[in-house]
T-cell receptor
Framework: EPEVTQTPSHQVTQMGQEVILRCVPI?????FYWYRQILGQKVEFLVS????????KSEIFDDQFSVERPDGSNFTLKIRSTKLEDSAMYFC?????????????FGSGTRLTVV | GENVEQHPSTLSVQEGDSAVIKCTYS??????FPWYKQELGKGPQLIID?????GEKKDQRIAVTLNKTAKHFSLHITETQPEDSAVYFC?????????FGKGTHLIIQP
């Protein structure tokens, strides 16, 4: 079964450093998402991306965050200057189209630890 | 924006009994309601979903019901087994993304 692949599985970074989280969505999917989950809390929407542009973003997704689809396969989330509160699991998701079925497929996540 | 409330936060049931988890949502424009199972250290795995034009959907031991008028939907697991122990999240939304509930930690006691 096709999977969404995320790398690395765990990243430790110093506060203030830039990090890039990488995702390879399912190949025929067109809609891409980033979500985050702070330990013990619910999954929160960050951003959706379609047709090479952001279609929606939450209030969490401030100027420190950016997304990019640099080639035909990767979808990245960049945090420019990490803060301690950015420590969380970050999940990438993709789906094929906007119509039924809506099924989103999630990756296994990248655990980001900011020290 | 959408707001999803999920109850209970923890549910402990005897193996073989049924478990019910309930969610409410606020945005009447939401038309997709998935349920995810999350095991420790893993991403959310879709277990069942329902769209707003369907009132009930069943897949073996798992069923979901949707009441669009009341804006609530529920997950029902029958004949629970130890491997059902996990955190379950409901979500509501559509093409632009999902809003998740806070999760229910389901514990199956032998």
């Amino acid at each position: 079964e096709p999977e969404v692949t995320q790398t690395p599985s765990h990243q430790v970074t110093q506060m203030g450093q830039e990090v890039i989280l990488r995702c390879v969505p399912i190949s025929n999917h067109l809609y891409f998402y980033w979500y985050r989950q702070i330990l013990g809390q619910k999954v929160e929407f960050l951003v959706s991306f379609y047709n090479n542009e952001i279609s929606e973003k939450s209030e969490i997704f401030d100027d420190q965050f950016s997304v990019e689809r640099p080639d035909g396969s990767n979808f990245t989330l960049k945090i420019r200057s990490t803060k301690l509160e950015d420590s969380a699991m970050y999940f990438c998701a993709s789906k094929r189209n906007a119509a039924y079925p809506y099924g989103y497929t999630f990756g296994s996540g990248t655990r980001l630890t900011v020290v | 924006g959408e707001n999803v409330e999920q109850h209970p936060s923890t549910l402990s049931v005897q193996e073989g009994d049924s478990a019910v988890i309930k969610c409410t949502y606020s945005d009447s424009a939401s038309n997709y309601f998935p349920w995810y199972k999350q095991e420790l250290g893993k991403g959310p795995q879709l277990i069942i979903d329902i769209r707003s034009n369907v009132g009930e959907k069943k897949d073996q031991r798992i069923a979901v019901t949707l009441n669009k008028t009341a804006k609530h939907f529920s997950l029902h697991i029958t004949e629970t087994q130890p491997e059902d122990s996990a955190v379950y999240f409901c979500a509501a939304g559509g093409a632009d993304g999902l809003t998740f509930g806070k999760g229910t930690h389901l514990i199956i006691q032998p």
